[in-house]
């Protein structure tokens, strides 16, 4: 089965007439990238906020190798999800290390193991840990942000990561570089990954399969980008 399925998943926000996502059902094979792509408020982040439970679905299934999330314990979630968002992810009084654990703190980790995943956290995202480990938030560059918040949401060691527009905020060579390095890094971790952006190239470049969504989240295609490519919906 897949890692992720989202069973007709829909989503009505509390005093809202229109639903934000309604009837998605979606599959993402264990070490893929998934892009959900489409325009803003068509319920991208939504739908990540769903997958780990930070909002309850109002119809519909999610299953995490075929457990519904709705029956699993929230620790082993947080363990299991790497989020990743588009800037302001970091909390500002904290610093970069302390940042990096917020997730094996949360599960009790021991300081000396704590200290010894955020030195190599740091050191997977490109970033001396050295120089790094130390600063706020507020002394970095957006790339560098956005290398603390993926470095951040692979705390625990996580099977599953929602990226929600992680490389949105940040100048286009920058931007580039990042995504480089992070496929990169996907080769050897083979997360199972959602990603979400509204921008259709880094969609192709990023995605083993992209879903392409209209209004209320409705798929108008899935597919790799090579057949995207070659059969774009037309209207
Ligand atoms: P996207 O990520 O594709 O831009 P969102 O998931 O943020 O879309 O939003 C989908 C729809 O749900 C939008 O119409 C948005 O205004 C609405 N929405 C998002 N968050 C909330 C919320 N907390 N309360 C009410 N409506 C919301
Ligand atoms: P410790 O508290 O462990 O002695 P420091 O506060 O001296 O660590 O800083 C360790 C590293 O973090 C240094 O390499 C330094 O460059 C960097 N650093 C600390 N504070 C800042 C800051 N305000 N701006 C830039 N870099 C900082």
Redesign the pocket.
């Known amino acids: 089965g897949s890692k992720i399925h989202l069973d007709r998943v829909g989503k009505t926000?509390?005093?809202?007439k229109?639903p934000?996502v309604e009837e998605l059902t979606l599959d993402v094979p264990e070490g893929e990238i998934l892009v959900l792509v489409?325009?803003?408020?068509?319920?991208?982040?939504?739908?990540l906020r769903l997958i780990n439970r930070m909002i309850e679905p109002s119809t519909g299934r999610i299953l995490l190798d075929g457990e519904d999330v709705t029956r699993a314990n929230p620790d082993k979630l947080r363990r299991r999800i790497g989020y990743v968002i588009q800037q302001i992810g970091l909390f500002p009084h904290q610093t970069i290390a302390q940042n990096i654990a917020t997730v094996p703190k949360m599960l009790g980790w021991d300081k000396t193991r704590i200290q010894e995943r955020t030195t190599e956290l740091l050191t997977t995202v490109g970033l001396d840990p050295e120089q790094f480990a130390h600063r706020y938030p507020r002394e970095l560059s957006g790339g560098q942000a956005q290398r603390v918040g993926v470095a951040r949401a692979l705390g625990a060691d996580p099977d599953i990561m929602l990226m929600?527009e992680p490389f949105g905020a940040i100048d286009p060579i920058t931007r580039d570089r990042l995504q480089n390095e992070f496929l990169r890094l996907q080769a050897e971790l083979h997360k199972t990954i959602v990603f979400?952006t509204?921008d259709i190239d880094e969609a192709i470049k990023m995605g083993d399969r992209i879903a392409i969504l209209g209004e209320r989240s409705m798929i108008r295609q899935v597919d790799t980008p090579e057949r995207i490519l070659a059969y774009p919906v037309d209207d």
């Not at 803003?40 to 939504?46: N, V, Y």
């Open positions: 926000y509390p005093g809202s229109v934000a489409g325009p803003s408020g068509c319920g991208k982040s939504t739908t929600d979400v509204h």
